[in-house]
């Protein structure tokens, strides 16, 4: 059984990248989902002087932990006046001074959307550049547009075209 940790990228408790990546790791067969809460890993802002004082904190440490667990690593990213929001990108920091490697080569299916038309998709080309760096091994990726148009809690991704692009990207991950 594959173990896929996903979350969104995102620190809002209503997160709509959070709803998509839960949706998206539940259409993988024979999979174990855990979905992360960026709520749970909320940290000093990052510093090399905190570090220095009071080194790296115990849930950058947990953070890691968990993506190292994952078979499959699935985040769907909000986007924050065109990049990471504020609570991913500390994170992100934090983490990446236990291992600049820190997805660890790990498969990733990097996800994003947003109210708008574009859904994300700045923050999107972003992370896709940036974390073959950081070890991500990233296996696909799509942008959902007009979430509120395109997703219902019910029934997930709405718009035919939009879910067979996933379900196609799902499946090249599966085989």
């Known amino acids: 059984m594959k173990k896929i940790i996903a979350f969104g990228a995102s620190s809002s408790k209503t997160s709509i990248n959070k709803q998509f990546a839960t949706y998206t790791a539940n259409q993988f067969k024979?999979?174990?989902?855990?979905?992360?809460?960026?709520?749970?890993f909320e940290m000093p802002v990052f510093s090399t002087d905190k570090e220095k004082e009071n080194g790296i904190p115990q849930l950058a440490q947990d953070f890691y932990t968990k993506l190292g667990s994952a078979d499959l690593i699935i985040v769907s990213f909000a986007e924050h006046n065109g990049a990471y929001s504020a609570a991913f990108k500390n994170i992100f920091d934090w983490t990446s001074r236990i291992n600049m490697k820190t997805f660890q080569e790990k498969p990733m299916l990097l996800l994003s959307t947003s109210p708008g038309s574009r859904g994300g998709?700045?923050?999107?080309?972003?992370?896709?550049?940036r974390f073959?760096?950081?070890?991500?091994?990233?296996?696909?990726?799509?942008?959902l547009p007009s979430f509120f148009e395109n997703f219902d809690t019910s029934n997930?991704?709405?718009?035919?075209?939009?879910?067979?692009?996933?379900l196609g990207i799902?499946?090249?991950i599966e085989s």
Not at 30 to 40: A, F, K, R, T
Not at 121 to 129: G, H, M, P, T
Not at 132 to 143: A, D, H, I, N, Y
């Open 156 to 166: 997930g991704i709405i718009n035919p075209d939009l879910k067979n692009q996933l």
């Open 121 to 129: 998709s700045s923050v999107l080309e972003i992370a896709k550049n």
């Open 170 to 172: 799902i499946s090249s």
């Open 132 to 143: 073959p760096f950081q070890g991500g091994v990233v296996k696909g990726s799509l942008s």
């Open 30 to 40: 024979n999979s174990e989902v855990e979905v992360l809460d960026l709520n749970d």
